[in-house]
């Protein structure tokens, strides 16, 4: 089930009903705190333009598979959004290292 809600809160979010998104993709991160989810959690606060707590879910995404460059640009993404530039800084050079082993 949690990944039907997964599922359903991208196609939310790609139709611009991002609070319907974010219902739907809390509610499959309540059920699987998973990378995918927390990751896609983290990409709908990004369009909400809460960064931080895209960021936390994108922390929580990299402490689940560190190995995943997808997370460290995104949280980058985040990081610069709010100003944080050395920070998204180190995470574009970390998603860079992961690409480049």
């Known amino acids: 089930m949690p990944r039907a809600y997964n599922l359903r809160g991208i196609a939310r979010r790609a139709q611009n009903d991002l609070q319907g998104s974010l219902g739907d993709l809390s509610r499959a991160v309540e059920l699987t705190p998973d990378i995918e989810n927390l990751y896609q959690r983290g990409a709908t606060l990004r369009a ?5 707590g895209a960021i936390a879910d994108f922390d929580r995404a990299a402490e689940l598979f560190q190995g995943n ?10 990081k610069r959004a709010m100003g944080d530039e050395k920070g998204a800084l180190e995470d574009y050079g970390r998603s860079s290292a992961i690409e480049h082993r």
């Open 48 to 52: 909400l333009n809460d960064y931080k």
């Open 69 to 78: 460059p997808e997370v460290y640009r995104a949280r980058a993404e985040a």
